[in-house]
């Protein structure tokens, strides 16, 4: 077993693979093949029930097929209310992405959409007859394991990617994110705390499929047992369990084991996939965070999409063939112009 894993990660594994679309098999790094660039939905509907991490509320969601070009969509089946998945329809970033829509919000929504990312799902409708999305145990495992238990159904549509074709950095006071282009999405993450249970810790990883459900997906959500008091007085944690959030003391988790040796920083990088997810389209992008969270991958986001010189879309296989080989600058230095306070 690998020295920074136990068995969460072996968990993730060993119990699920979340298999593409029939199609050429290869390293989706490397030469493009058709079956990546399908729109895909899921194949049956599936359910599932919790608690909320923040509000303590009780909610059932399903997850339902969706047509092509629909995208991913939650509709609060409570109060008749749809939100599409986009940036956006973002209304808080308060310890969690929260959606919103005439007053009406869908929080903690990233878990759900890493998992959904990661499946390479287009399309689908999240009915939910409450506010906030079950946090299960605190990752998206559970989330994974539901979509894998339900199916991909491919679409007879061609995916959009949004490639990022020229560096863009921003400096947010302490807090920093670049994007630059790559073949994929590659995250780079470091997370500053001091406490010295945390401390320093950093992960750079190639988001696929294999590379997720072995080092992302088991990460759980995490707090500082000093914080907790602050954060139920705030009206937030209230649904937080032993089962569900991993808290820290200076010593190190005073509830559970660790699943990673690093498991913190890791849970921030599987929050950055649900969170860009919200582009509205998978991306092609190296993304490199300092000491970030939720607002900072939002601020990126917003930046990115408003500098249309900085990215381009990729339609089917031979565009993304046509991209990957002649369009994207190699990662370097970022143009100052392109450097944001």
């Not at 493009?32 to 923040?54: D, M, P, W």
């Not at 996939?273 to 970030?292: I, S």
Request: proline share 6%; charged share 25%; hydrophobic share 40%.
């Amino acid at each position: 077993m690998h020295p920074d894993r136990d068995l969460g990660c072996e968990l993730a594994s060993s119990a699920l693979t979340l298999r593409p679309p029939p199609g050429r098999r290869g390293d989706p790094m490397g030469k493009v093949h058709s079956h990546l660039f399908a729109q895909n939905t899921l194949a049956r509907v599936a359910s599932i029930e919790g608690v909320g991490i923040h509000t303590g509320r009780r909610a059932s969601l399903r997850l339902i097929p969706a047509p092509a070009d629909s995208g991913v969509l939650f509709r609060r089946v409570d109060c008749g209310i749809e939100i599409p998945a986009r940036v956006d329809q973002v209304s808080s970033l308060e310890l969690a992405t929260t959606l919103g829509r005439d007053d009406v919000t869908v929080s903690t929504v990233e878990h759900l959409l890493a998992a959904i990312h990661i499946a390479r799902i287009d399309n689908l409708i999240i009915e939910i007859d409450g506010p906030e999305i079950p946090i299960l145990d605190g990752s998206a495992l559970p989330y994974c394991r539901l979509i894998e238990a339900a199916g991909i159904k491919q679409l007879p549509a061609q995916r959009r990617i949004l490639a990022v074709t020229r560096p863009l950095a921003l400096d947010l006071g302490g807090k920093s994110i670049r994007v630059s282009p790559y073949p994929g999405l590659r995250i780079s993450y470091l997370l500053e705390y001091d406490t010295p249970a945390i401390g320093a810790q950093r992960v750079e990883l190639d988001i696929r499929n294999d590379t997720f459900l072995q080092e992302l997906a088991a990460a759980r959500t995490f707090a500082l047992q000093s914080d907790v008091e602050k954060l139920h007085a705030a009206g937030l944690g209230l649904g937080g369990r032993e089962d569900n959030c991993v808290v820290f003391t200076d010593g190190g988790p005073m509830n559970t084991e660790l699943r990673y040796a690093d498991e913190p920083v890791r849970h921030k990088a599987l929050d950055a996939v649900g969170d860009f997810a919200l582009l509205g389209a998978p991306m092609w992008g190296h993304v490199e965070v300092e000491r970030g969270g939720h607002w900072v991958h939002f601020r990126m986001m917003e930046e990115l999409l408003a500098r249309r010189d900085c990215w381009t879309w990729v339609h089917g296989e031979a565009a993304a063939v046509e991209v990957a080989e002649s369009e994207l600058e190699a990662p370097g230095t970022v143009h100052p112009s392109l450097v944001l306070g």
